[in-house]
């Protein structure tokens, strides 16, 4: 099974700050990698698919890079409504989610 | 729009078998797989396995060899996860997702919680 690790696994930032969440592949899962966002008590949402695609409907200030086994998840100027936990999931070969990380407010 | 509306929270027993439906709407049943997510309670998400609405071709992780069956009924365009031989460390919530083209999730059931107690 392929294993992602994300850091870190907490964040504190404030509004406005750009903040950026790394997610590590045991092995290479090329581009097959999208992130998404949950709040409390909801499902969570699609934000970036195949690495840096954006979801239509996704603010701009969203953004991923990276390919093989390093990946980031960017958001410019934090908002108040981005605070959330971020995950990242490979589809490479099967599917495995990364840990999380939870962006707090500071 | 896209709907996956879920069926209601259970509470079983240890060793029990539980069944959750996933009834989608508002797209090409056929066209897209269905995935099946958990969530235990305060914990990160989890991949269960996947099941194609084409032919009933279904992939699973390892750790749920044996206990999982996913089906779906295409005349009713709804999909079904089984989990048997439950411990208390099912306790979770229970999601289906539709996938986009290529395996990304892009929509999500509502979830369904599943509680395993004596």
């Known amino acids: 099974d392929i294993q992602m690790t994300q850091s870190p696994s907490t964040l504190s930032a404030s509004v406005g700050d750009r903040v950026s969440i790394t997610c590590r592949a045991s092995q290479t899962v090329t581009t097959w990698l999208a992130w998404y966002q949950q709040k409390p008590g909801r499902a969570p949402n699609l934000l970036i698919y195949r690495a840096s695609y954006l979801e239509s409907g996704v603010p701009s200030r969203f953004s991923g890079s990276g390919s093989g086994t390093e990946f980031t998840l960017t958001i410019d100027s934090l908002q108040a409504e981005d605070f959330a936990t971020y995950y990242c999931q490979q589809y490479s070969s099967y599917s495995t989610f990364g840990g999380g990380t939870k962006v707090e407010i500071k | 729009q896209v709907q996956l509306l879920q069926s209601g929270d259970e509470v079983k027993r240890p060793g029990a078998s539980v069944k959750v439906s996933c009834k989608t709407s508002?797209?090409?049943?056929?066209?897209?797989?269905i995935n099946w997510v958990r969530q235990a309670p305060g914990q990160g998400l989890e991949w269960m396995g996947w099941i194609s609405t084409v032919n009933g071709n279904t992939n699973h992780a390892q750790k749920f060899q044996g206990r999982v069956t996913l089906t779906t009924d295409t005349s009713t365009t709804t999909a079904y996860m089984e989990l048997s031989s439950l411990r208390s460390d099912d306790t979770a919530l229970y999601f289906c997702?539709?996938?986009?083209?290529?395996?990304?999730?892009?929509?999500w059931g509502q979830g369904t919680l599943v509680t395993v107690s004596s």
């Open positions: 997702t539709k996938e986009g083209l290529g395996g990304h999730l892009t929509d």
């Open positions: 508002g797209y090409t049943f056929s066209s897209y797989g």
